[in-house]
C-alpha cells in the first residue's frame, strides 16, 4: 500500500504563551480534497505552516508522500505547491518574470519552464497578461497568479490556505472550480478555509479546528450526523435576552440556545413546529423578533453544537 | 543555480528602482559635481579641472625685529615673518592658485568691499615680536573676506596659517633653547642669538609642499604628466568623490540586506523557504546580490570620475584590494546591521540615523583635513567602519601600499565579524 499523500502525527506549536497547535493528527489520501475548517486563530495556518516545512514543530512530524517534511525536507517540499494566505508576488515585475523565477526555485529548467510558464498563464487566464506588472493586476488576477505559481512544477500535493479571502465572487468561483479540477487530475489537496460553504462543496473530508485542536473529522454526512437531525434557527432581537433566553430554553424541542450580542442561534428538532412558540414566547415578555433565519442542518450547526460558538468571518 | 537566480532577481528589482539608482549612482556624482563648480573647474577647455586664482592684497604693517636677521632671497630683505609670509605667498609654487598684492589697510578694504580681490590679509606692526615673544602675548591677524566667495579665500587662509604655524614653531624653538640654557645658568651672546634666528628663519623658508599644516600643496600640472602629478582640484574631487563613494557603498549594501525584510514583510520570503531550496542558499543568494550592486557601483563610480574629473585613483594593487574590502564590508555591515531590527520601519530609522552617523564619522577626515580639528578625527572614524574603508583609500592615494593594504585587511576582518553575526541571526529568526 502506498504512503498517503500527506500524513501528520501529532504536531505541536506554541508561541510564547499561545499554545497554536495542540498534538494535532490525520492523514489524507492521494486524489483526496482534505478541508482544514475552522474560525480565525483556530491554528489552520500554523498547522500549514509545519505541514510545509515553513515552521518547525515543536513536537510531531508531518510527512508529504512518505517524505518526512522534518529530516528530508527538500525531497517532501519538492512534491508540493503552497498557496499561500497572503497573495506573496514580486508586484514589480511580470506575470511571466513571476513564474519564470519561481519555476527555476522549484528546479525546472530551460524548455521544460518556458513551456510550463506558458501552459499556466493559460490555466489562470492571464496569457494576455504576461508583460506588465503585478502592480497594475485587479486582486483577483493576482489570486489568481498566486495559485498558479504552486502549479507550475506540478505537485502531487497541493495546499491552499484560505485561497479565496477578499475577491470577488466571479474569481472565487474560478478558484473553486481550480480546485475541482486540480483533484480530477488525481491530485491530493489541503485546503483550508472558515467559509462553511466551501468546505462543503468541495471536500471530500473535513477536520474542524478550534483552539489548536481538531475538535471533529470526517466526511460532510458524518459530521452532520454529529448534531443529528437538527435544524438552525438565528434570530435577531431587541429586548431582554436574559427572559427571553430563559423562556425558549422551556420550549419543548429546543436542543441548545447560543446568544451572541443580540443574536440567537437556536438547534431546534424542527423549525416549522417550533416557530410559532417561538415567536409566542417571545411576545409574552415584550421581546421583538427583527429577523429570522432558517438553516438545514450544517457544518456552521456542527460547529455551534461543539463549540458554543458561532463559525463567523 | 538558485543563488544566481535570487541574486539576479534582487539586482533586477533594485535597478528598476529609481531611490536605488540615485543613491548609488545621483548623489556621489552630484556632490562630487557641486564642489567642482564651487571650485569653478567644470566646463573648461581643458579635460584637467583647475581651481580659480584668488587675488589677495597683503597690508604688511609688521615692523619687524631686531632679533630677526636679514636674509638675501631673490634681492629682497626679509627682516620680519610679515615680509617672508608676502614672499612666500608670491613664490612659482602658488602662481596658478593666488595672485598676491601689497596695499594699505583702507585701499585693501576697499578693494575687497569692490569685490576687486577676494581677500585682504592684514598684518599687524607687532606680527614679527609677537611670534618670537619679544611683543604682545596675542595678537590679530586679520583676513577680512569677500562673503561671496567662500572657497578660493578659505583655502588662501588655511595655506596662510599653516605658514603661520610654521613661524610660530620657529619661535617656540627659539624659546626652548633659551628656557633650556637659563636652566643650565648659561646665557647666549647677541651674536649668538643672532646666529640661531638666522638658521630658524632660513628653516621657514622651505617650500611649503613640505608643510606639514594638514594641507597638500601640490605644484602646478605639467601637461601630459597628470598620471604622476595630480591637480589640486583633482586631489580634492578625489577625496570628495572617495568618501562620497564610501558613504553610499554603505547605503547600497544596507539597502540590498533591507530586501530581506521587505521580501518577509511581502511574504515572498515564506514562500521562498518552502520552495525546495534550503535557507542558506536563499540567505547567500541575497548577500550575493548586494556584492554584486555595491560592485557595480564602486566600478561605475571611478570609472566615470576618471573620465569625468579626471580623478587619479592610485595604484592599481591597493586600489584592488580597497574595492574588495570595501564590497564586502558594506554588504556585511548591511547585513548586519538588518539582522537586528525586526522589519522595514525600523530600519528607515537604521537608514536615517545610524547609517548617516557612522558615514559622516567615518569620512570625516575628508572636511577636517587642514582644520584646527584634524588631530581630533585622525583615529575617531576608525569607530565607524566606513572609516577603515576611508583611511585605506587615503592610504592607497599617498601610495603608501603597506598601510592601505593593512587597513583592507582590517576591513575584511570586520567583514567576517559582521557577517558572521548577521547570517547567524538571520538564520536563527529563520529557522
Given at each position: 500500500m502506498s504512503a498517503p499523500a500527506i500524513k501528520v502525527q501529532n504536531l505541536d506549536k506554541s508561541f510564547e504563551d499561545v499554545h497554536a497547535v495542540d498534538n494535532i493528527s490525520f492523514e489524507i489520501q492521494t486524489g483526496e480534497i482534505f478541508s482544514l475548517l475552522g474560525p480565525n486563530g483556530a491554528g489552520k495556518t500554523t498547522s500549514i505552516g509545519m505541514i510545509s516545512g515553513l515552521l518547525t514543530p515543536d513536537e510531531g512530524e508531518a510527512s508529504i508522500i512518505g517524505y518526512s517534511v522534518q529530516s528530508n525536507p527538500k525531497k517532501a517540499k519538492a512534491e508540493l505547491g503552497v498557496v499561500p494566505q497572503?497573495?506573496?508576488l514580486y508586484e514589480d515585475i511580470s506575470a511571466r518574470a513571476n513564474l519564470n523565477f519561481w519555476g527555476k526555485m522549484y528546479g525546472l529548467q530551460g524548455k521544460e519552464r518556458a513551456q510550463r510558464v506558458d501552459d499556466?498563464?493559460?490555466l489562470i487566464g492571464l496569457e494576455d497578461r504576461d508583460t506588465g506588472p503585478v502592480s497594475k493586476f485587479s486582486g483577483g488576477m493576482k489570486r489568481r497568479l498566486n495559485v498558479g505559481i504552486a502549479l507550475l512544477h506540478e505537485p502531487k500535493v497541493i495546499i491552499m490556505d484560505e485561497p479565496t479571502v477578499g475577491i470577488d465572487p466571479q474569481s472565487r468561483r474560478k478558484i473553486l472550480d481550480s480546485v475541482k479540477h486540480l483533484r480530477d487530475q488525481g491530485i491530493t489537496i489541503l485546503y483550508t478555509t472558515h467559509y462553511m460553504e466551501e468546505a462543503q462543496e468541495l471536500s471530500d473530508r473535513i477536520a474542524v479546528m478550534d483552539h489548536g485542536k481538531i475538535i471533529a473529522l470526517g466526511t460532510h454526512e458524518e459530521l452532520i450526523n454529529i448534531v443529528g437531525e437538527l435544524d438552525r434557527i438565528t434570530l435577531a432581537i431587541s429586548g431582554d435576552t436574559n427572559k427571553v433566553s430563559?423562556?425558549?430554553?422551556?420550549?419543548?424541542?429546543?436542543?441548545?440556545i447560543t446568544i451572541e450580542d443580540n443574536m440567537f442561534y437556536l438547534l431546534v428538532t424542527?423549525?416549522?413546529?417550533?416557530l410559532p412558540d417561538v415567536f409566542e414566547a417571545a411576545a409574552s415578555v415584550d421581546v421583538r423578533i427583527n429577523s429570522v433565519d432558517i438553516q438545514e442542518p450544517n457544518l456552521e450547526a456542527v460547529f455551534l453544537h461543539l463549540t458554543g460558538r458561532a463559525l463567523r468571518d | 543555480m538558485k543563488l544566481?537566480?535570487?541574486?539576479?532577481?534582487d539586482i533586477g528589482r533594485s535597478f528598476r528602482s529609481l531611490f536605488a539608482l540615485v543613491f548609488m549612482f545621483g548623489v556621489p556624482v552630484l556632490t562630487t559635481l557641486i564642489f567642482a563648480f564651487l571650485f569653478g573647474g567644470v566646463g573648461g577647455e581643458s579635460d584637467e579641472f583647475e581651481l580659480p586664482k584668488t587675488s589677495v592684497v597683503i597690508v604688511n604693517q609688521d615692523k619687524g625685529s631686531n632679533y630677526l636677521p636679514v636674509i638675501e632671497n631673490q634681492n629682497r630683505d626679509l627682516n620680519s615673518f610679515g615680509n617672508m609670509l608676502v614672499n612666500i605667498l608670491q613664490e612659482d609654487t602658488f602662481m596658478n592658485l593666488i595672485d598676491v598684492g601689497t596695499a594699505d589697510e583702507e585701499d585693501a578694504r576697499e578693494m575687497v568691499d569692490a569685490q576687486e580681490v577676494g581677500l585682504a590679509i592684514i598684518v599687524p606692526p607687532e606680527f614679527t615680536e609677537t611670534l618670537i615673544g619679544v611683543g604682545p602675548k596675542t595678537l590679530d591677524l586679520i583676513f577680512y573676506k569677500d562673503p561671496e566667495m567662500a572657497l578660493g579665500p578659505q583655502v588662501v587662509q588655511a595655506l596662510v596659517m599653516g605658514i603661520v604655524d610654521r613661524f610660530s614653531a620657529s619661535s617656540i624653538s627659539m624659546e626652548t633653547i633659551n628656557t633650556v640654557l637659563a636652566e643650565e645658568a648659561l646665557t647666549l651672546s647677541d651674536q649668538e642669538v643672532y646666529a640661531l634666528y638666522s638658521k630658524l628663519s632660513e628653516a621657514v623658508q622651505i617650500s611649503p609642499e613640505e608643510s606639514e599644516t594638514g594641507m597638500t600643496i601640490i605644484a602646478p600640472q605639467e601637461p601630459g604628466n597628470s598620471e604622476e602629478s595630480p591637480s589640486m582640484l583633482s586631489t580634492i574631487l578625489r577625496e570628495i568623490m572617495g568618501g562620497m563613494m564610501i558613504f553610499y557603498a554603505f547605503f547600497t549594501g544596507t539597502s540590498a540586506a533591507q530586501s530581506i525584510l521587505i521580501e518577509q514583510e511581502q511574504g515572498t520570503l515564506a514562500r521562498l523557504f518552502i520552495t525546495p531550496t534550503n535557507t542558506q542558499t536563499i540567505l547567500n543568494g541575497k548577500f550575493t546580490s548586494g556584492f554584486i550592486l555595491v560592485i557595480v557601483q564602486v566600478v561605475t563610480l571611478m570609472v566615470f570620475s576618471r573620465l569625468v574629473f579626471g580623478i587619479n585613483w592610485g595604484s592599481i594593487l591597493p586600489l584592488f584590494f580597497f574595492v574588495i574590502a570595501l564590497v564586502a564590508l558594506a554588504n556585511s555591515f548591511g547585513i548586519?546591521?538588518?539582522?537586528?531590527?525586526?522589519?522595514?520601519?525600523?530600519?528607515g530609522i537604521v537608514f536615517g540615523a545610524g547609517l548617516t552617523f557612522f558615514g559622516m564619522l567615518g569620512i570625516s577626515g575628508v572636511f577636517t583635513g587642514g582644520t584646527p580639528i584634524e588631530s581630533a578625527f585622525k583615529y575617531l572614524p576608525l569607530l565607524a567602519p566606513q572609516g577603515w574603508a576611508m583611511k585605506s583609500l587615503e592610504s592607497a592615494f599617498s601610495n603608501n601600499q603597506g598601510q592601505s593594504l593593512l587597513f583592507s585587511g582590517g576591513m575584511i576582518l570586520l567583514t567576517a565579524i559582521f557577517l558572521l553575526i548577521g547570517n547567524k541571526r538571520f538564520k536563527k529568526r529563520f529557522k
Open positions: 497572503e497573495i506573496a499556466i498563464l493559460t430563559q423562556i425558549w430554553h422551556e420550549i419543548d424541542g429546543v436542543k441548545h424542527d423549525s416549522n413546529q417550533i | 544566481i537566480a535570487i541574486a539576479l532577481k548586519f546591521l538588518m539582522s537586528l531590527v525586526r522589519g522595514t520601519k525600523q530600519a
